[in-house]
């Protein structure tokens, strides 16, 4: 059956709501849920356990840019209703796995499925939407992105706890089937043909590149910045890379359509969106942290307690879309990354003695000053782009917030453990008021923070260079 009209932007955008938030609830659902996946293998909570989370993630940082110029060349339907299927697949196979191995390996043809997905989730909206609402509808992504986000935590607790670990995956399934029947029923065929070779051979060039810098970074400050395993995947990104742009120089149809670059607009806001999210997200990375480590909460208590953030950017980001559609993207994206940075020194702040309150309202602040930035500075990049790259586009947006987020783990775990954050942490679940420890934990705290709003005073000035549009 195929449809004979386009469908109503609504119905185009709950369609790609469903497939966008299952990517982003599975990105934090298992998160919760890795203490009883690991016990009930045998194994410790530690780098074995870690990849059913950091393989799912890396597989999706290093063939977005890949499948988002597959989109331009054979169309965005038959990607999407792939993606769909794989991540349905893969989420049932990640429910049945009988050993931690098959677990991991079903992971990986999930993340295959989530990259689809997100890269090219963007460019259906803004196909689907008129240009005048774009940053509006991209907005309303964002909301959908950050209700994954925060279901995830909770829902997997709920799930672990009435059923079983294998149901936080089983639920995706038919929801994504669900998904999969509405798009082939309501959704155009945009089926094409690119008369050009498709770059197979910068294809493994940049998923070498991007996967190997990609795991690196994740497994860098557990194995050590200087072990065989990061500096053997750090050569083989950067030989890779290397390789990689001699490919494209060369080839008639490149993945990376390097004359993008040449609009300063594009240009710059992907700066301003790798850079957002270096400074951004150490946030959800070194709170828990406090909370636990430093505080004493429970989890559970620690879980409401980091709920604001992506409630905030929920609520925000639609209404900063709609803005940045009447007024330009500019001066909310830099506004934000201003009010980003007065957040993160906020944060900086907190200490021992610090109450609830303290820590809700920065948290509120820096999730405010993200909500303000992000919905129209993806705007500008999808507007930049033309209608023949917007797969392209999508998957450089989803490519430098993933990368982003890589990085700005890695960063603030280097200056928070070289400042002895992380031996003070340990430390202090056996001696709990033991003032020095107190004293290491805050000054690194502080030090990471600091650091990350030092970058985000960097995608301040990016953000301005981006000029105005049209």
Known sequence: MTPSRTP????????VAIGVFMCTLDTSIVNVSLPPIARYFGVPIGAEAEWVIIAYLVVIASTLL??????????????????????????ALCGAAPSLDLL????????????????????????????????????MNAMIVAFGITAGPPLGGAIVEAASWRWIFFLNVPIGIAGAIATW??????????????????????????????????????AGWSSTAVLALGAVAAVSLVLFVVQERRHEAPLLDHTLFRNRL?????????????????????????????RGFALQKVGLLLTPFPVVIAVIAPFAGHAADRMGTRGLATTGM??????????????????LADIIWRQLVAAAGMALFQSPNNSAIMGAAPRDRQGVAAGMLATGRTMGQSLSVAIAGAVFGSLGGAAAGRALAHAPADPALVATFTRAYHYALVTCASI????????????RER
């Open 8 to 15: 109503s932007k609504w119905t185009a955008f709950a369609i």
């Open 338 to 355: 201003a009010i980003l940075c007065a957040g993160l020194l906020l944060l900086s702040g907190l200490d021992d003695s610090s109450s």
């Open 104 to 139: 991991i390996g079903a992971r990986v043809l999930q993340g295959i499925g989530a990259s689809m997905l997100m890269s090219v989730s963007p460019a259906m909206l803004v196909a689907s939407f008129p240009p005048q609402e774009r940053g509006r509808v991209l907005g």
């Open 185 to 222: 029923i309501v959704w155009p065929s945009d089926a094409r043909r690119e008369t050009k070779r498709f770059d197979g051979a910068g294809a493994v060039l940049l998923g070498l590149t991007l996967g190997g810098a990609a795991t690196a970074l994740s497994i860098g400050n557990e």
């Open 266 to 294: 594009f240009a710059w806001a992907t700066a301003s969106l790798v850079l957002s999210f270096l400074a951004m997200f150490a946030i959800t990375f070194l709170l828990p942290i406090y909370l636990v480590q430093l």
């Open 66 to 91: 890949i499948v988002g110029r597959l989109s331009d060349r054979i169309g965005r339907k038959p990607i999407w209703l792939a993606g769909l299927l794989v991540f349905s697949a893969g989420s």
């Open 456 to 467: 985000a005073v960097v995608a301040v000035f990016t953000s301005l260079m981006r000029g």
